[in-house]
């Protein structure tokens, strides 16, 4: 298992600042994504961040909006940039975890962005 | 194109009474099916996770079924309480680390 770390929780934004949010893993993985989930929907994946190297944005998200570290095996943050209240979301770290056909996937409890 | 539809979206029920969540999926190839729990403000924690031979899970009082002919799965929560008041969410892999997530059935469970 693993246990993940968010900071912030929620914050509320101006429109056209940023906001960079933490992600803490207690221990070393290799695969770490990022999530998006908007009202009512379902989790939306932005990006696989990988150690070392740039992270891999799904279709729809682009670097200079969503901007990735990754220094270690253990952290990531996400900035959202140039804020707009479409951005209001929760943003959610995600670790992959297991072996092959029983891969796991834990998650962090969620960053609330309120823009407006 | 990879989809998972859930059904109902929203549900009402009185605690201590059963119910059940559907999951309808078209992902291929199949690799596992994973139910989550996710409270309100929190992220998803996960209940169960099948893959293509097994067809029952059980975790507590969520049992969750897995029909790999039909791309059917569903979720029994059994003599509900106040806590199991959630979105539950149903995620098929391929294979990967990147599933297919369903938008989730809202549970409310009153007293």
New interface residues.
């Given amino acids: 298992s693993a246990v993940i770390s968010q900071k912030p929780s929620r914050d509320i934004c101006q429109r056209g600042t940023s906001l960079t949010i933490q992600c803490q893993v207690d221990s070393q993985v290799t695969m770490m994504f990022w999530y998006r989930q908007q009202p009512g929907q379902s989790l939306t994946l932005i990006a696989t961040a990988n150690q070392g190297s740039e992270a891999t944005y799904e279709s729809g998200f682009v670097i200079d909006k969503f901007p990735i570290s990754r220094p270690n095996l253990t952290f990531s943050t996400l900035t959202v940039s140039n804020l707009s209240p479409e951005d209001s979301s929760i943003y959610l770290c995600s670790v992959g975890t297991g072996s092959s056909n029983r891969e796991e996937l834990f998650f962090g409890e969620g960053s609330r962005l309120t823009v407006l | 194109k990879n989809q998972?539809e859930q059904s109902p979206q929203s549900l009402i029920i009185l605690e201590g009474k059963n119910c059940t969540l559907q999951c309808n999926y078209t992902v291929s190839p199949f690799?596992?099916l994973?139910w989550y729990k996710q409270d309100t403000?929190?992220?998803?924690?996960?209940l169960t996770?099948m893959?293509f031979s097994e067809n029952t899970k059980s975790n507590g009082r969520y049992t969750a079924t897995l029909d790999a002919d039909t791309k059917q799965s569903s979720l029994h929560i059994t003599a509900s309480q106040l806590s199991d008041s959630a979105s539950y969410?149903c995620?098929v892999?391929a294979?990967?680390?990147?599933?297919t997530?369903?938008?989730?059935t809202s549970l409310i469970v009153h007293p």
């Avoid at chain 2, 294979?95 to 599933?99: D, E, K, L, Q, V």
């Avoid at chain 2, 997530?101 to 989730?104: D, E, K």
């Fill in positions: 998972v690799s596992n994973r403000g929190r992220g998803p924690v996960s996770i893959t969410i995620v892999s294979g990967s680390y990147i599933p997530f369903g938008r989730g």
